[in-house]
């Protein structure tokens, strides 16, 4: 059963409201649906967007045609405009506040380490600590994953001409950095999905089976694996 892809799936009115999380982030490497996913949580919850924009970086197109010379200016765009983000966020009444967000402050390192030199990485430090970052803490994290094909494939069709020059060793390098992180990350409940043979953009049922995951997750980690012939 397909949908059109601005089609809203509402919450069962089974759902007490009071114990849903209120700031949920959902992560994982280029291509894998983040985004979207964030976006169709928010519709659903009824909660504001926290997007980080990437396609507003003056210093993108150039990272992608030009990585060494361009990755420190790239990154420190990046760091600076979530570091806004998130301090207003905080400043804000995050008490009351509803948020979907498709990033996670701390997955900024990650490009960082993969894409600066020795001497940019300790500039980007400095500058990293400088700043005092104290992001709210996530209710729920959803980490997606995908192979890198997959990840390649939906780029290439996504038609972001920026993107098409992504490189296949930077997508693999930056799967690996992101599943080391989750490897380890305990300070949110995190929600692991396997993105790589569901649409939760289009097919409705496949929505409907990661929501049912999200409504129902409890404890620190869970695994959402599923095979698309049987949602």
């Known amino acids: 059963m397909s949908d059109l892809e601005d089609h809203v799936t509402l919450l069962p009115p089974t759902v007490d409201t009071d114990s849903l ?3 949920i982030c959902v992560e994982g490497p280029i291509g894998v649906g983040k985004t979207t996913l964030a976006r169709k949580l928010a519709d659903t919850f009824q909660y504001q967007t926290l997007l980080e924009g990437a396609q507003a970086n003056p210093f993108l197109p150039r990272f992608y045609r030009d990585p060494k010379r361009f990755a420190l200016a790239t990154q ?5 405009e979530r570091a806004r ?3 207003e966020l905080k400043e804000g009444d995050m008490h009351g506040a509803t948020v979907v967000a498709d990033f996670l402050i701390e997955k900024d390192r990650l490009f960082a380490e993969l894409t600066l030199d020795a001497n940019e990485l300790d ?3 400095q500058i990293y600590d400088s700043l005092d970052i104290r992001p709210p803490k996530p209710d729920l994290v959803l980490y997606l994953q995908a ?3 997959i990840l390649h494939r939906r780029i290439r069709s996504r038609g972001v001409a920026t993107e098409q020059r992504m490189d296949t060793d930077y997508l693999r390098e930056l799967s690996e950095s992101y599943a080391r992180f989750f490897h380890s990350y305990r300070d949110a409940p995190l929600l692991i999905i396997n993105a790589a043979e569901i649409d939760f953009a289009h097919n409705r049922s496949h929505y409907e089976a990661l929501l049912e995951q999200v409504l129902s997750m409890d404890g620190t980690v869970r695994y959402f694996n599923p095979h698309p012939t049987l949602l």
């Open 76 to 80: 420190l765009s990046f760091l600076l």
């Open 147 to 149: 192979p890198v094909d």
């Open 85 to 87: 983000q998130l301090t």
């Open 123 to 125: 500039i980007y430090r």
């Open 21 to 23: 999380p209120r700031y």
